[in-house]
């Protein structure tokens, strides 16, 4: 099994900077793609941005220019560093992780979520 916890969300005001982190731990042998998703309040869970193992990121459009993910590798961890924060960005944000690990002495593939950061940016 693997687990996954964000941190770094808050209160910030409209303009401003947070920056997330999400640490994957557990029976990893390689991590496919990490990536954000948010959910507001009465919306649908949706897409913010994810990272490949090769790099390559997929974003938003309504975050691109403005957010960057990132990740560190050898410490299975994913940065999403966002600037320029608008209101419409308050949302509880969800780190996933598309992760092969062994079970039972099968190479398995499967998608984990971690349980949430709450990000709000409010005046």
């Known amino acids: 099994q693997v687990q996954l916890v964000e941190s770094g969300g808050g209160l910030v005001q409209p303009g401003g900077s947070l920056r997330l982190s999400c640490v994957a731990s557990g029976s990893i042998f390689t991590i496919n793609e990490m990536g954000w998703y948010r959910q507001a309040s009465g919306k649908q869970r949706e897409l913010v941005a994810r990272?490949?193992?090769?790099?390559?990121?997929n974003y938003a459009d309504s975050v691109k220019g403005r957010f960057t993910i990132s990740r560190d590798v050898a410490k299975h961890t994913a940065y999403l560093q966002m600037n320029m924060l608008k209101p419409e960005d308050t949302a509880v944000y969800y780190c996933?992780?598309?992760?092969?690990?062994?079970?039972?002495?099968?190479?398995?593939?499967?998608?984990?979520w971690g349980k949430g950061t709450l990000v709000t940016v409010s005046s």
């Open positions: 990272i490949v193992s090769g790099g390559s990121t």
């Open positions: 996933h992780a598309d992760v092969s690990g062994w079970q039972g002495g099968t190479l398995k593939r499967v998608d984990y």
